[in-house]
């Protein structure tokens, strides 16, 4: 609009400007005429209306200044102190004398009547000018806005990063090409780093497989000859916690993403977990409590509820002070509860992030919230839930 705004005033500019020198030339060509007849008969008196001629020393003060210093064929065009407005000329007659011969060319202006009315045409052209750039930039912004949607949604359609690229080199705007480009190469970039990761996570799961199976025989043999039950217990604690994470990594560097069609009860698994952590609760003067239905199955490997549960349960009896932890859960959620030990917010077994890794890959979350006194850590697998976790007894 404002370029279109700026062209319109320089177009009628120039046109106004053209106009005044398309006049300036007829009046001078009219001048010169008529000069060009006084100065071959100077004494000729009949000249046509609005034109008069002087000898330049009996000329009119204000014509006569024009002039002054000025060599024959001199032009001048000027207001006169009456407000007339002439065009004036020197010339040499024929009988060696300099004359001045004046053109009144007030009545014969036409560009400056004309401008009082044309400024109305003009202000029209330019708002028509006006509406039709405002309506060819709409339709221009829409063409793009369009053109923009479907890029979009066709990068959004689109399986890999080879798509992608192909949808780049088709492109007819250069900039939409240039930023799927890069978008496929970043994905690219995404997909080899998630690989490397998933590749690593694999060699970790196979690495901790080795020991484990050592440390079950030599547990076996262990079982048999020892009489340190407290030692044997805390071993078989870790040799369970280091089975889990075994499992829960190999299940983490699968390429497969669950389905939903494996399930596992939670009942179970709780009571395995605190069956297992019990002893260690009860040495750091804590309860384990579990509040949960017997028929309550969730869509998840069994591996990775373990390794989920075993780190929020862990970290409640490492991290937390003497008193109950409660395992709470229902359709669409788990909760664990335990006062907070004044040690900060801590750290899982296998790390927050593993934990919240394993749970983004099953579409669940988790979150750990502290107060004063209270921790609370909430996994929810019900994406409908919209109640917020409290800490709170």
């Known amino acids: 609009m404002a370029y279109t705004l700026a062209l319109c005033a320089l177009f009628l500019g120039a046109t106004v400007l053209l106009l005044y020198i398309l006049e300036d030339s007829f009046l001078d060509r009219r001048l010169r005429s008529v000069a060009s007849t006084v100065a071959a008969r100077p004494t000729e008196r009949r000249l046509p209306p609005a034109f008069a001629a002087w000898p330049i020393e009996q000329a009119p003060g204000d014509l006569r200044a024009r002039f002054e210093g000025r060599g024959d064929g001199a032009l001048a065009e000027f207001r006169r102190s009456n407000g007339r407005y002439v065009h004036a000329m020197r010339i040499r007659g024929a009988d060696g004398r300099a004359y001045v011969v004046a053109f009144d060319a007030t009545d014969e202006l036409t560009v400056n009547p004309g401008l009082g009315r044309g400024i109305g045409y003009a202000t029209a052209l330019t708002g028509l000018l006006l509406l039709c750039a405002a309506l060819l930039a709409r339709a221009f912004m829409q063409r793009i806005e369009r053109a923009a949607r479907d890029v979009v949604a066709d990068a959004l359609r689109s399986p890999d990063p080879e798509a992608l690229r192909r949808l780049a080199a088709s492109q007819r705007i250069r900039e939409f090409g240039t930023l799927i480009a890069m978008q496929a190469d970043a994905w690219q970039a995404q997909r080899t780093a998630v690989e490397s990761e998933r590749e690593m996570l694999a060699y970790l799961g196979h690495e901790l497989r080795t020991p484990l199976q050592s440390a079950r025989t030599s547990l076996a043999l262990l079982r048999e000859r020892s009489d340190d039950a407290a030692a044997l217990g805390r071993l078989e604690r870790a040799v369970s916690r280091l089975a889990r994470a075994s499992a829960a990594v190999l299940w983490l560097a699968a390429r497969d993403t669950p389905d939903g069609a494996e399930r596992t009860r939670l009942a179970p698994c709780v009571a395995a977990l605190l069956q297992e952590l019990g002893p260690l609760a009860e040495a750091r003067g804590q309860r384990l409590r579990a509040r949960v239905p017997p028929s309550l199955a969730v869509s998840a490997p069994a591996e990775a509820v373990e390794a989920i549960l075993a780190n929020l349960l862990a970290n409640a009896i490492r991290h937390g002070a003497a008193g109950p932890i409660t395992v709470a859960a229902?359709?669409?959620?788990?909760?664990?509860?335990?006062?907070?030990?004044?040690?900060?917010?801590?750290?899982?077994?296998?790390?927050?992030?593993?934990?919240?890794?394993?749970a983004t890959r099953l579409r669940w979350s988790v979150d750990v919230r502290h107060a004063a006194d209270r921790t609370l850590a909430t996994v929810r697998w019900c994406p409908t839930s919209s109640a917020d976790a409290e800490v709170h007894d």
């Open 330 to 358: 229902n359709d669409r959620e788990l909760r664990v509860r335990n006062r907070s030990g004044g040690h900060g917010a801590g750290g899982f077994g296998m790390g927050l992030r593993l934990v919240e890794r394993i």
